[in-house]
């Protein structure tokens, strides 16, 4: 589904990522860990298409499509969802409107019309459910006043609403508790199925013990040093990242 | 800015105004210039009583003795007064009694801007409608049904023959003839507008509304609306404008007068759509106008609403005088300046009375390399015990060759009066528009959703069908300025 060769990107001249490979199939889940600086927020960002981080060399396909050549409305259009790790507040914007928004642009550019009113409203409350997203929250601004873990869990709210073919949790377990972060893990094991994939950006294993990938790979200035199973996150917990840092700074590969 | 952004905004200097055609009819127009013989011609046109003459040319007076103010926040362009024709109304059969003897072409006009003068063709008859066109009302439709409530809706011109007790006891009530020179000009010459008075306690059973439509070149607009809610009355009122693209700028300096008795309420609306002028500030409306309502029983309440996106210049502080104990005065504002627009706006506040309240929420948005002002003044007179008042005041920047500014005047002669003032400027920031955009949401949109976010405590004073008209309205004069 996606496939990412030697993609180069820089933020204000700053080379963040040098070279990092990366396969995804539909069904699977792929978590990106790696030390703080590593560029696993540069990932998140570059897919989505964020002005501000510049592609210098490489290629991205979805399906075959070349990701980097459309515009970030596009390729949300395409499938790419990112949830956001600090998702930003809308004044006055009323959630509702803007998923139904979302939902309707996202229809139109498959040439399909609108969704109906009724149709809408019964996929909202479905997928409230999911997420124990809270039907007022639903109904007020944008994030406006939210706590952290209710952003959080808006974010995953919207991912359900939207079922994109890609989704890219960029550091989701970040400040949410225990519980908040089983509903949310909860939420995204409902979600994964045969047509969609899922790469998760953590630092911590913690949020791997609730949604298992099938492959866990190490980012480590700005490549893929390390790839495996669950089993590679267990190991880093237990060594830390100091460990990815000897051996590889050691390998001199990079 | 990024290339992108720049794009769109040269996208967004191109959108064309849609409500820029011309109407051709034949006009009765004064010749250009402004003197006595010019205030007689057109209360002789008006076929107006001798003491309403007097007024005029008293006002004309004033008018010639007064200077330009210096102190707003722009560059008071040159007006040159005799270049101007005071008059202009479409050669109409003498009296309009139905459809059929309006001018097809006057119709036709209404209906292009949307405004239904047939009422058959208004759905449930929501709102009753006065169409005035240069200096001239066209048609006031659902007058029998609002008559059968003793409510009085008619042009300005109508009531001084019908009902001249009201008019010679309120007309210059609020905003006097000397209260600054485009009131002055105003009084001497203004032709046409709306009149409105409900009686006790008689709650307004529809909106009504005064669609303002400048046609005809090289005239100002000098139209005068007085609205009188006598006892316990309501009344939610409307106004809309538009005019055609023309290369000159024209004036439009209109005076609004409102009277609430005790325990009335007045709800005035403004959508204000006058054509802006192109990208590079050329042609355009003036639009310096006076409007004030005064609180003038207890318990009254004034509420002005006004959404702001045309006119080359916007220059006018709709306010209330709170003189009842316990009157209420409210003023929400939104105000959109794009490519060379100007706005110096906002509201007087007045508080005289005891346990007044006043309220103000301004919203100002800023693109292009337009500048927009708020300015507004709060005056707590001597007996004015426990008056409060809250003032909210935000701008939003849309790219970074535009300009907010804000000029609060706070004047309290008494302790026990409460005022608060809060204050933000803000961006559109690239963080929301990306995450609207990485929802898939067009950025265009994106920004239009932003703005009627931002704008949405003033959107929801207005009337539904207004507010959805306003939405759109800002969405549109938002297109392609993303920055």
Avoid at chain 2, 279 to 290: E, L, R
Avoid at chain 2, 356 to 370: L, M, P
Avoid at chain 2, 383 to 400: H, K, M, P, V
Avoid at chain 2, 441 to 451: H, M, N, W
Wanted: hydrophobic share 40%; charged share 25%.
């Amino acid at each position: 589904m996606l496939s990412i060769r030697n993609l180069h990107a820089s933020v204000e001249d700053k080379q963040i990522l040098k070279g990092l490979d990366l396969e995804v199939k539909a069904g699977e889940v792929h978590a990106i860990m790696g030390p703080n600086g590593s560029g696993k927020s540069t990932l998140g960002n570059v897919l989505a298409g964020r002005e501000a981080y510049e592609v210098t060399e490489g290629e991205v396909l979805l399906d075959g499509k070349d990701l980097l050549d459309l515009s970030p409305e596009d390729r949300a259009r395409e499938g790419v969802f990112l949830a956001f790790q600090y998702p930003v507040e809308i004044p006055g914007v009323s959630n509702i409107n803007f998923l139904k928004t979302a939902l309707n642009e996202v229809r139109a550019y498959k040439g399909l019309p609108p969704m109906e009113a009724k149709e809408f409203l019964s996929r909202v409350k479905e997928k409230q459910k999911l997420v124990k997203f809270d039907a007022k929250l639903a109904n007020r601004s944008l994030n406006e006043g939210f706590s952290g873990g209710e952003k959080k869990r808006n974010e995953i709210f919207q991912l359900a609403m939207l079922e994109p073919k890609l989704a890219i949790l960029d550091e989701t377990d970040s400040g949410l508790d225990i519980d908040a972060l089983r509903i949310v893990a909860g939420g995204v094991n409902q979600l994964r199925s045969n047509d969609n994939a899922f790469i998760v950006i953590t630092h911590y294993q913690r949020l791997l013990d609730y949604i298992v990938p099938d492959f866990v790979h190490v980012l480590y200035n700005g490549r893929i040093v390390r790839s495996g199973t669950k089993e590679l996150a267990l190991e880093l917990e237990e060594k830390g990242y100091d460990w990815i840092k000897e051996t590889v700074d050691a390998e001199g590969t990079v | 800015m990024s290339t992108k952004d720049d794009e769109l905004l040269k996208e967004l200097a191109l959108e064309e105004y849609k409500y820029g055609f011309t109407t051709d009819i034949e006009m009765d127009i004064a010749p250009k210039g402004l003197s006595e013989d010019t205030v007689r011609l057109i209360s002789a046109k008006k076929n107006e009583p001798e003491w309403l003459l007097e007024w005029r040319l008293k006002a004309l007076r004033h008018f010639l003795q007064m200077e330009m103010p210096a102190w707003q926040n722009f560059e008071h362009p040159d007006v040159d007064f005799q270049d101007i024709s005071y008059y202009a109304a479409p050669k109409a059969k003498p009296k309009l009694n139905s459809m059929d003897e309006v001018d097809p072409e006057l119709l036709s006009t209404f209906e292009k801007l949307g405004i239904p003068l047939d009422e058959q063709k208004v759905l449930a008859g929501v709102v009753a409608v006065d169409a005035v066109f240069d200096s001239v009302s066209v048609k006031t439709t659902f007058r029998e049904k609002l008559k059968e409530q003793g409510v009085i809706f008619c042009s300005f011109g109508e009531a001084v023959q019908e009902h001249p007790e009201l008019v010679k006891q309120y007309l210059g009530s609020v905003v006097p003839q000397t209260d600054n020179i485009y009131a002055a000009l105003n009084s001497a010459v203004f032709s046409d507008g709306s009149f409105v008075y409900i009686p006790k306690g008689v709650r307004c059973p529809m909106e009504l509304s005064t669609y303002f439509r400048i046609n005809a070149e090289n005239t100002g607009q000098f139209e005068r609306t007085l609205i009188i809610a006598d006892e316990g009355a309501y009344v939610s009122y409307l106004e809309g404008c538009t005019a055609p693209m023309r290369d000159e700028n024209q004036l439009h300096a209109a005076v609004v007068e409102l009277i609430a008795l005790k325990d009335a309420e007045i709800k005035y609306s403004t959508v204000q759509n006058w054509y802006p002028g192109d990208k590079d500030g050329k042609g355009g409306i003036y639009n310096f106008v006076t409007k004030r309502g005064m609180c003038k029983g207890d318990n009254s309440k004034i509420s002005w609403t006004q959404v702001e996106t045309g006119s080359a210049i916007t220059w006018k502080y709709p306010g209330v005088i709170l003189k009842g104990d316990h009157s209420v005065g409210e003023f929400y504002s939104v105000a959109l300046t794009r490519n060379r627009q100007l706005a110096d706006t906002g509201t007087k506040m007045i508080h005289l009375g005891k346990n007044t309240r006043s309220k103000i929420v301004s919203k100002g948005i800023s693109a292009g390399v337009s500048h927009n002002s708020y300015r507004g003044l709060v005056k707590i007179g001597p007996g004015a015990e426990n008056s409060r008042n809250f003032t909210q005041c935000d701008s939003l920047l849309i790219g970074d060759k535009c300009g907010a500014h804000t000029f609060p005047y706070i004047e309290s002669r008494n302790k026990t009066a409460k005022l608060e003032h809060e204050a933000t400027t803000s961006k559109i920031g690239e963080d929301q528009l990306f995450y609207l955009t990485q929802r898939g949401i067009d950025p265009e949109k994106a920004v239009g959703l932003i703005v009627n976010g931002y704008a949405k405590e003033v959107l929801n004073q207005l009337p539904m069908e207004f507010a959805v008209e306003a939405q759109k309205l800002l969405a549109i004069s938002l297109e392609g300025s993303v920055g």
